[in-house]
């Protein structure tokens, strides 16, 4: 080392050389300075992001789960509420001991920590504490928080209620979300927060009918202790979840719950996974790798929860898909007829539409002959025909075996109405191929009613359709009728003022070829 400093010593260009080495060392310092500082900021950014989609998704997944409780809650307070039993113990004539019954099925069958039986008229007849039921009465109106939860589901009641023979009934609850004929939510009972469910008592087989006025309710709660938190984990599997009445001021990871009236009754807070993974200090000593499990990390998490929320999501569809089509078809079913229905009849005058009703005619000799696979075969088969021949101007439904109803939205003039009959009934006389076994005739029948010309209910329109579809029936079948060609549009279409056996005008046949 002294040799070549002696050596070189003399060189002018020594100190410059020097200089430039530490300035390149400088720059490249400085660039994985700023490289460095760039990574962690982006792996920062990043990660927090990362977090609160994380936390994001795990609250909707709490808040799903805390209303499918609350929907467990109700369907289990129904099997006491919707009961002829129950009208005529609770509502007609309050039985005490069928009130011990009622609560004690309650209480001891599903273990609702308080069941409440309040009357029409705002008093309280009977409320259990855990296994034991008091009978009394005492207005609701002391206290405050139970009759703001019982004039809620008063108004609920009437936008249900129906009028029936000789008093009042509720419309079905097949296939009825709890929330649209129940009271569902949390609120304090006795100075402790619980959810509750708040149910009218109403008939089921209608031996008994309820009276006019406002409705007796079944409010039933869970208290909001170790027991539910249980149940709720259940199927999220979160660490540690509790519920606190005081905001948590570390966590982000927490559900806030409110009464009816949106003030705050408490917080369900738990431990995020995603903020138990600690993983600045991998990111510390080497940043590249850091970088890689960051992005791995934050990818895995979000393909789970992705994963869990895909799957709701399709489970969700795929139920509400068979709820609203047929199997066999693929189809509209009734339900959704009828909720397309009423949605049309709504926008009556301005927008017309015509229900038509349709019926195979020769289907049972498909059956008897090829068998019930071929029947399936002959009904898709149909159901691809008139679908084809409605397009996209209305909805075609298939409601029954062989019986298919469709809401036609284009233009209801008459000459419209023969040409797209008229195609529906040739559509079907095409024979159809039935594997090697043959061909299968059928025929179709139809019947035409026009809104709001034959009608303006989603009731009307159903009868008179079938009227008109049962007078091209008797004609002969294979043909169509338009309910106004053979009655009175003011009249019973069970009642026509004209006779089915002399009718004025022919119903329209349609010959094949």
């Known amino acids: 080392m002294t040799e070549f400093r002696r050596r070189y010593s003399d060189q002018p260009v020594t100190v410059a050389r020097q200089h430039i080495s530490r300035l390149a060392f400088l720059l490249a310092g400085l660039l994985i300075a700023v490289t460095s500082a760039s990574l962690l900021f982006v792996g920062f950014i990043a990660s927090q992001a990362s977090t609160e989609q994380a936390i994001a998704n795990e609250q909707r997944l709490f808040r799903n789960t805390l209303a499918d409780r609350m929907r467990v809650l109700v369907r289990e307070q129904i099997t006491v509420a919707s009961s002829d039993n129950s009208v005529a113990g609770l509502v007609l004539n309050f039985n005490a001991n069928y009130a011990y019954k009622a609560i004690d099925t309650l209480w001891s069958d599903y273990r609702h920590s308080k069941v409440m039986v309040i009357s029409g008229d705002g008093h309280v007849l009977a409320e259990s504490f855990e296994h034991y039921t008091h009978i009394l009465k005492r207005p609701i109106a002391e206290t405050p928080e139970l009759a703001i939860l019982f004039e809620k589901t008063k108004d609920l ?35 402790r927060p619980a959810m509750f469910g708040a149910v009218p008592v109403i008939p089921d087989d209608y031996e008994n009918v309820l009276p006019d006025g406002p409705p007796t309710v079944i409010l039933s709660a869970h208290y909001i202790d170790e027991t539910l938190l249980r149940q709720v984990n259940a199927q999220l599997n979160f660490a540690s979840l509790k519920f606190v009445t005081d905001a948590p001021a570390d966590s982000a990871a927490f559900h806030m719950i409110a009464n009816p009236d949106e003030e705050s009754i408490g917080f369900f807070t738990w431990d995020s996974q995603t903020i138990g993974n600690a993983i600045w200090p991998t990111i510390i000593p080497v940043i590249v790798l850091l970088s890689i499990s960051l992005a791995a990390l934050a990818f895995g998490i979000a393909w789970r929860i992705g994963q869990l929320t895909s799957s709701l999501q399709a489970s969700e569809q795929q139920n509400r898909h068979l709820a609203l089509h047929d199997t066999l078809t693929g189809l509209a079913n009734r339900l959704q007829f009828n909720r397309v229905l009423a949605t049309s009849v709504k926008s009556l005058p301005e927008k017309q539409f015509a229900v038509i009703h349709c019926d195979l005619d020769k289907f049972k000799a498909v059956n008897d002959t090829f068998g019930h696979a071929a029947g399936d075969l002959v009904i898709k088969t149909m159901a691809g025909r ?54 299968a005739t059928i025929g179709l029948s139809v019947g035409i009613a026009v809104a709001p010309e034959d009608g303006s209910t989603t009731e009307s329109l159903v009868a008179r359709s079938d009227a008109a579809l049962y007078k091209s029936k008797k004609l002969g079948r294979n043909r169509y009728s338009l309910f106004s060609d053979f009655f009175d549009n003011k009249g019973d279409p069970e009642e026509p003022p004209l006779s089915l056996e002399d009718p004025k005008p022919q119903a329209r046949a349609v010959k094949a070829g």
């Not at 298939?398 to 298919?404: S, T, Y």
């Open 386 to 439: 008139l679908k084809k021949v409605i397009g996209q101007e209305g909805l075609v439904c298939r409601v029954g075996g062989d019986e298919f109803m469709i809401i036609y939205r284009k233009t209801t003039d008459r000459e419209n109405l023969h040409k797209l009959s008229t195609e529906l009934v040739e559509t079907a006389q095409t024979p159809i191929a039935i594997r090697d076994e043959g061909e």
């Open 157 to 191: 009641f009437e936008k249900n209620r129906v009028r029936v023979p000789e008093g009042y009934g509720h419309r079905s609850l097949q296939g009825v979300n709890p929330d649209e004929y129940a009271l569902m939510g949390f609120t304090e009972i006795d100075g």
